[in-house]
């Protein structure tokens, strides 16, 4: 289909206020695949923690920040606000089902490496550790903790969670000349549904030079 048909399209509209007229709310499936907020904290009295986000992205170049939406006070929420600091762990499609693991709904005093089978390691700059089998970790300081509010000011059950990022792990072999190779890293991006994720590679590279 060209531009020129583009007012030929049948589109469906509904208002999310109301009901979809679909079997599924189609919002997370079209702001999609997003990456997965894979976020390790330590609690103030010391209980390690790893969950995963799948409202998750980078927000700024110089500082470096990256934030992660909580839906609900969760524990993530509340040790990167008590500690001051969290990290960010790549989930590569090797990582994909201890991930999946690290998302049950278990009980505060429950180590979440220890039930998915991973290794803590501690970080270089921040208190906070890191999965130690992850190829890539942001090390983070929080930067703003910041409830989110709907068009007309009323409060959601969400809270954004901002960090700089402070510190940077990369395994080497994702480096190709000095370049960090996205597709070789297989990360694994969330997409809607229940279930849906999502892998990327080579054959999805296509690039494009900025207008001057």
């Known amino acids: 289909m060209s531009y020129d048909d583009a007012a030929d399209r049948d589109f469906h509209f509904f208002e999310p206020a109301g009901d979809s007229g679909l079997p599924h709310s189609p919002f997370n499936a079209i702001i999609a695949p997003r990456p997965i907020g894979w ?3 330590r609690s103030a009295d010391g209980v390690l923690n790893l969950a995963p986000y799948s409202f998750f992205n980078a927000f700024n170049y110089i500082p470096p920040i ?6 609900g006070d969760k524990d993530s929420l509340g040790n990167s606000g008590a500690t001051g600091d969290f990290c960010w762990n790549l989930v590569t499609r090797e990582l994909a089902g201890a991930m999946n693991a690290t998302s049950a709904t278990v009980p505060a005093d429950v180590d979440e490496f ?3 089978g991973l290794t803590p390691a501690e970080s270089t700059i921040i208190d906070a550790p890191h999965v130690a ?3 890539v970790v942001f090390e983070c300081r929080t930067s703003q903790i910041v409830p989110l509010r709907s068009a007309s000011g009323d409060p959601t059950v969400t809270t954004m969670v901002f960090g700089e990022v402070v510190g940077v792990h990369i395994d080497r072999t994702l480096l190709v000349d000095g370049v960090y190779q996205t597709a070789l890293a297989d990360p694994v991006l969330r997409a809607g ?3 849906s994720y999502y892998t990327i590679s080579d054959e999805g590279h296509f690039d494009m030079t900025r207008p001057q």
Not at 66 to 71: D, K, L, V
């Open 133 to 135: 089998q992850a190829r």
């Open 193 to 195: 549904g229940a279930s």
């Open 66 to 71: 990256i934030g992660f939406a909580s839906n």
């Open 114 to 116: 220890a039930l998915a």
């Open 39 to 41: 976020i390790s904290s």
